[in-house]
Nanobody
Framework: QLQLVESGGGLVQPGGSLRLACGAS????????IGWFRQAPGKEREGVSC????????DYAESVKGRFTISRDNAGTTVYLQMNSLKPEDTAVYYC??????????????????WGQGTQITVSS
């Protein structure tokens, strides 16, 4: 089974940038739609962005449009979430998830079969 791992989280000042990476050792992600989700304390997990199978269509939550960009690397082993102009309200645990069935990608958690452990993003001065 796929075991997804997120990396790139940490502490950043408001207005700063981070790039998250999602991968599974020894596996290509080209055959999966990949979603990024986040969950802040006391809040429901929400979809942030997703990319379809084989570099398909992308989608973004309204709250991150124009600031975040999802992409695949050339080898198809990693999916990135570039986060720019970060705001304190972006603070959350961020998760990547893989969906082998749906294309275009979905924004709802129930579409995804495989999940990473999450990585903490804290935006604070």
């Amino acid at each position: 089974q796929l075991q997804l791992v997120e990396s790139g989280g940490g502490l950043v000042q408001p207005g700063g940038s981070l790039r998250l990476a999602c991968g599974a050792s020894g596996f290509t992600l080209d055959y999966y739609a990949i979603g990024w989700f986040r969950q802040a304390p006391g809040k429901e997990r929400e979809g942030v962005s997703c990319i379809g199978i084989s570099d398909g269509r992308t989608d973004y939550a309204e709250s991150v449009k124009g600031r975040f960009t999802i992409s695949r690397d050339n080898a198809g082993t990693t999916v990135y979430l570039q986060m720019n102009s970060l705001k304190p309200e972006d603070t959350a645990v961020y998760y990547c998830a893989a969906d082998p069935y749906h294309n275009p990608c979905r924004a709802t958690m129930d579409a995804y079969d495989y999940w990473g452990q999450g990585t903490q993003i804290t935006v604070s001065s």
